[in-house]
């Protein structure tokens, strides 16, 4: 698969860039971006390395981040990126 060049309404130049990763050390787990996706590519799941220091630590409750669920169904908006307030998100090109 060839890199994927659409265009824009003006007609400049515009690649689309699909999830690649979540750094789930910076995620709070707010949501955001599963809200924002219409693809259903987001899933809240369990942290599995809680760093006890942590300011959003509480040993009563169960910290949860997001993770990628379905990868394969992104269309590579970045919308998912622009609403995260840690922009934990890691993008890449569709693979050549």
């Known amino acids: ?4 060049v659409s ?3 003006g007609g ?3 690649e689309p860039q699909f999830i690649s ?3 789930q050390n910076s995620c709070i787990g ?7 996706c219409s693809r259903d ?3 809240l799941v369990e942290k599995e390395d809680v760093d006890e220091d ?3 630590y509480d040993e009563d409750e169960v ?3 997001m993770s990628i669920k379905n990868a394969e169904d992104c269309i590579g908006c970045t919308s998912c990126n622009k609403v995260c307030p840690k922009n934990c998100q890691t993008f890449a090109p569709a693979a050549a």
């Open 12 to 14: 400049a130049p515009w």
């Open 21 to 23: 990763s979540i750094n």
């Open 63 to 65: 910290m949860m981040v």
């Open 54 to 56: 942590d300011d959003y």
């Open 7 to 9: 265009y824009t309404r």
């Open 30 to 36: 707010c949501g955001r971006c599963y809200k924002v």
């Open 41 to 43: 590519v987001f899933d």
């Open 1 to 4: 698969m060839s890199n994927i």
